[in-house]
Every structure is written in structure tokens, then in C-alpha cells.
């Protein structure tokens, strides 16, 4: 029989040659994600008994004071040091809130782990109003106002400093709070707290299964406004998201994020040349919650799956990666 006509006679074509083994593509990877590089998530949530599971996220719980210490205890021995704390207390405001619970789970994570856990804190009040929304509804209940919202804002970021946060993370989109927040952190011998602004949040559908662990969904009749669309930013206008970013670098932002992951890698990868600062991305709880839902039937292998998609955002220009999959990251990826 002759041997099949070659395509490629020379050689010079075979791009297969190093794809033929385990050892050569290993050698020839150009990125590697890295559970050095990952943030965990917590929820910690006031007045609950027991830590309570959220559809769709593995693993993922409500935790208790108690539990949360334990689960971070766990984390720790799988290499994963490093969280973002969402607390949802029991009490509720439209103006007026308290962050103790907040900050007692802060001091208490500090009193316990001390420098071998590095702690960011979100801060919002969604998972503190009435209605749901990020910031202080107006009187006629159909406008977020910005700078009340922001001055209070900037007192949780400052209790969180107090309580012992190295690194507070405002993800309620409004307009000039990491200014203000990295003002009143100064004024108040906070100068080493670190601010990572949720710089490219968009209005997305894929926080579905957060809202219900963080009970921050816009519900009740207060409030006319059903979404958040009038302050986070839409999913068709990249520009925006540049200007917010370069806007909250000016302000003092130390590092800058993209949100959702996914849906939004030509931002990441476009602002990360742009501006050079480091860039998280947050790979959000409806982005896991649709490969782990994939994988309960069979359809996906989760950790090939989460694999790629955090290979994906550190090729787009990610250094932090925020992920509620992190506590796997060290033993899948010496698999
Ligand atoms: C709150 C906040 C949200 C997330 C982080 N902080 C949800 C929202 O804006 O409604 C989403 C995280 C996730 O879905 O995993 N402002």
C-alpha cells in the first residue's frame, strides 16, 4: 500500500507534534492558574442554628459563626488562605444600619487565624435594607441616592478596617465611594487597608443563587425600582465599565474587577492592558451554580470544567481569582 499523500511533506506545518503528550503540553502551557491566586467566598449569616445549603452551589453554605470558623479552618489545610466575607444580619434598615455583626465575624476570623488568613470584606448594603437595593432609597422610593448611600458605605468600610479587614471590596456601584472610602480609611489610621473595587460590575442574571444566600434579592413594595440597572452597569456598554474602572483607579483603588467572569472576558482582557493594576475576577455564584447543576447530571466534569474557565480568565489578563470552587483548586490542579 503507499503511504497517503502528505499534506505537509516538510513538517513545517505539525502543530500536533507538541499536543502528542502529557509531558510537552505541560511544557508548553504559556498560563497556569494557581490556588495561590484564588479568594474563597463566605456567607455568615446572624440568627441561624445550623449552616443551611443554597440551591445549586455545592458546598457552599450559610454558615453559622461557628461553622464559618471551621470551614475556614478546613480551607486553610487545603491551601486556601485567603476569603471574602459576605455577613447577612438579621436586622434590616432603610437608613440606618449596624455593622457589628459584620465586624464581630471579622474579629473573631482575625482573633482565630491571624496573618495566615487574608481577609477582604464586601461592602453593600443589600444584605442590609428593607428592600433589597445597594444603597438609601429616596423618599418616593424610585431613585438609589448616591451620596447618603456612600457616606455609609464608607462607615462599614471603616468598621471592617477596625474589626481587622485587610482589604475591603465595595460592590454596591455607586458613584465616588472608593474616594470617599479611602478618604475616611486615611482620616482614621486605616492607610494600609486595601480596597478592591468591584471596579466592571455588570447587571447580570447570573447572581441569582447569591441573592438567595445573601436574602439581598430587590423585593417588597418600598421600592419602585425592581433591578439593579440604575447603578450597575450594563451589559451592552464596555465603555462604561472602562470609565468606572479608570475612575476608581484615580480614587485609590488598589485592585480592580471584572463581574460576572464569563460573560465579560473581552472587558477583562481589554482593561487589564489598560490600566495596570491587578485585576480580580469573580466567577459568580449562577457561573459555578450552571457547571456544578451540569455535572450533578453527568453532563460536565467539574473539575475540567472549572479548570478551563479559570485558565480563560487568567489568559484574559486576571491575577485574583474570585471563586466559590477555590477550597479544590491545590488538589485539582496537582492531579
Ligand atoms: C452585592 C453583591 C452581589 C454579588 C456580590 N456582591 C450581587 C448583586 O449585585 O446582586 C454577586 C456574587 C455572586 O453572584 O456570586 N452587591
Not at 26 to 46: D, G, N
Not at 259 to 281: F, H, N, Q, T
Not at 292 to 299: I, N, P, S, V, W
Request: proline share 4%.
Amino acid at each position: 500500500m503507499d503511504k497517503p499523500l502528505s499534506l505537509d511533506p516538510s513538517g513545517k506545518i505539525g502543530l500536533r507534534r507538541l499536543r502528542q503528550s502529557r509531558a510537552i503540553r505541560e511544557l508548553t502551557r504559556e498560563v497556569r492558574p494557581s490556588h495561590a491566586q484564588m479568594i474563597q467566598p463566605h456567607f455568615v449569616v446572624e440568627g441561624i442554628r445550623e449552616r443551611e445549603s443554597i440551591s445549586g452551589m455545592r458546598d457552599v453554605y450559610r454558615e453559622t459563626t461557628e461553622t464559618l470558623l471551621n470551614q475556614v479552618e478546613k480551607d486553610l489545610k487545603a491551601g486556601i488562605g485567603k476569603i471574602l466575607l459576605f455577613s447577612v444580619p438579621v436586622d434590616r434598615g432603610t437608613n440606618r444600619f449596624s455593622f457589628d455583626f459584620s465586624a464581630n465575624q471579622i474579629a473573631a476570623l482575625k482573633r482565630n487565624f491571624g496573618d495566615s488568613l487574608w481577609l477582604s470584606a464586601d461592602v453593600c448594603l443589600c444584605s442590609h435594607t428593607t428592600h433589597g437595593h445597594c444603597g438609601i432609597l429616596n423618599e418616593s422610593g424610585d431613585h438609589i441616592q448616591n451620596d447618603l448611600s456612600v457616606s455609609t458605605l464608607a462607615e462599614q468600610a471603616v468598621a471592617f478596617a477596625e474589626a481587622g479587614a485587610d482589604c475591603v471590596a465595595p460592590s454596591d456601584m455607586m458613584d465616588g465611594r472608593i474616594g470617599v472610602i479611602r478618604e475616611m480609611l486615611s482620616r482614621r489610621g486605616h492607610e494600609r487597608t486595601l480596597i478592591m473595587s468591584y471596579s466592571a460590575k455588570f447587571c447580570s442574571k447570573f447572581y441569582g443563587p447569591f441573592r438567595e444566600a445573601a436574602e439581598s434579592a430587590p423585593k417588597g413594595t418600598e421600592s419602585k425600582l425592581k433591578d439593579r440597572a440604575s447603578y450597575q452597569i450594563d451589559p451592552s456598554r464596555p465603555k462604561d465599565a472602562y470609565l468606572s474602572s479608570l475612575r476608581d483607579s484615580d480614587e485609590g483603588a488598589d485592585i480592580l474587577m471584572v463581574k460576572p467572569g464569563l460573560c465579560y472576558l473581552d472587558v477583562l482582557k481589554e482593561l487589564s492592558v489598560r490600566i495596570a493594576k491587578p485585576w480580580a475576577v469573580y466567577q459568580v455564584s449562577g457561573e459555578y451554580a450552571a457547571i456544578e447543576l451540569m455535572a450533578d447530571q453527568g453532563l460536565m466534569d467539574r473539575r475540567g470544567a472549572h479548570l478551563e474557565v479559570w485558565t480563560a480568565f487568567v489568559r484574559a489578563g486576571a491575577s485574583i481569582i474570585i471563586t466559590y470552587a477555590a477550597r479544590w483548586a491545590r488538589e485539582w490542579m496537582t492531579e
